[in-house]
């Protein structure tokens, strides 16, 4: 008898807010709704940036050809430096808008560097993926620390309390209940 209820209640029970509320995750996930930024989407840049310098295409050529793998907020201003470096602007003059993003502020210097030394840029460049890489492998490091310790809070104030209902509070009745017998 309980099983033809729950067979019952089963057949009657609407299936399709469950299946959509099962789905929904997946399809956020899908259609690209708007999730953490991929800290190693600049490190992947700065080598393929490295690469196509070291296959021996001009910088603004090269920046460009690297742009739509850009994240959005660095995309900006290494537009700028393309369009900049496209038209024959002065190399470090060009790199002065790559300077004002923190993103891009390194790849900049070393640009400026390259442009009044004449050094490749490739190898800079190739070093400030490395160097990018490290930061970001650094930063997820001390966020699954810091994640670590504050899992920790939750967990001594629902432990603490059975500790001490199930640990010292009897001991502390025991101890007390002999105290006022012998008294």
């Given at each position: ?7 019952l209640?089963?057949?009657?029970y ?18 690209g ?6 800290p190693?989407?600049?490190p ?20 460009r ?32 808008p ?9 790849l ?20 400030l ?55």
């Amino acid at each position: 008898m309980i099983f033809l209820l729950f067979a019952l209640a089963l057949a009657c029970y609407p299936r399709r807010p469950v299946i959509d509320r099962l789905r929904a995750p997946r399809a956020r996930r899908v259609r690209g709704g708007a999730g953490p930024p991929d800290p190693l989407a600049l490190p992947a840049t700065w080598d393929l940036l490295a690469a196509v310098l070291t296959a021996g295409l001009p910088v603004a050529t090269a920046v460009r050809a690297v742009l739509p793998g850009v994240p959005p907020a660095p995309a900006e201003p290494l537009r700028r430096v393309a369009d900049l470096l496209g038209f024959g602007a002065d190399p470090v003059e060009a790199w002065a808008p790559a300077l004002a993003d923190p993103a891009t502020a390194s790849l900049a210097r070393a640009a400026r560097r390259s442009a009044r030394s004449g050094a490749a840029l490739a190898s800079a460049v190739k070093d400030l993926a490395g160097t990018a890489r490290v930061e970001a492998d650094n930063r997820s490091e001390a966020r699954a620390q810091r994640a670590a310790v504050l899992v920790a809070g939750p967990l001594a104030l629902c432990f603490l309390p059975a500790f001490l209902c199930l640990g010292v509070a009897p001991v502390v009745i025991g101890l007390a209940r002999d105290v006022a017998t012998h008294w």
